[in-house]
């Protein structure tokens, strides 16, 4: 039934979002006309076939959305597509040109994921060149994951000092470990 559809009448029911069927009829209708101007102008049978797929996602996209105003256009439509995906194509292709001209083709930076490594038996013995109080608050803040309020309760001081002595510990693992600042 939705080959007997006119062009106008497939938009109405694509952009009503209701029927599948009229994407389908859209694209057997379409498909055609998309990989002859993609051959016609891109000169590759894989390049046209891509250029097709992509010209009717934009499309049926476009049509759900309801941005096309006069449906019975929508050959000039699909045509207009096709001459700016082909256009951003050719763009996108003098650019990356321009560019491997001009940095060559190997990457300039390989992408490496850092990871820091850790002594944990020189951490350890850190660790245990702080004083009692400030290996305490070290301990519970990082390794008990507890709050500084409950720190500061459970030995009886007051959470801006349990900071502070946090702090101050921190800065002595970090010259201890030799990390710089």
Do not use: K
């Not at 006309?33 to 097709?52: K, M, T, V």
């Not at 850092?114 to 002594?119: K, Q």
């Not at 801006?160 to 970090?174: D, K, Y």
């Amino acid at each position: 039934m939705a080959n007997a559809l006119s062009d106008a009448e497939l938009v109405l029911l694509i952009g009503s979002g209701c029927d599948r069927a009229a994407e389908e009829e859209l694209a057997r209708r379409m498909r055609p006309r998309i990989r002859l101007y993609g051959l016609r102008h891109l000169r590759d049978e894989a390049a046209a076939e891509d250029l097709a797929q992509q010209v009717l996602i934009t499309t049926i996209e476009a049509l759900r959305a309801g941005r096309l105003r006069e449906p019975e256009r929508l050959a000039s439509f699909v045509l207009g597509t096709c001459r700016m995906t082909v256009l951003d194509l050719r763009r996108n292709a003098l650019r990356r040109g321009r560019l491997m001209e001009q940095f060559g083709a190997e990457p300039l930076v390989t992408a490496q994921r850092w990871e820091p490594s850790l002594d944990h038996d020189r951490l350890g013995r850190c660790v245990q060149g702080l004083r009692e109080r400030e290996r305490t608050v070290i301990v519970m803040a990082f390794y008990d994951e507890q709050t500084s309020a409950e720190v500061a309760g459970f030995l009886g001081l007051t959470e801006a000092n349990v900071r502070v002595i946090r702090h101050r510990a921190i800065h002595q693992l970090r010259d201890c470990m030799g990390v710089a600042r």
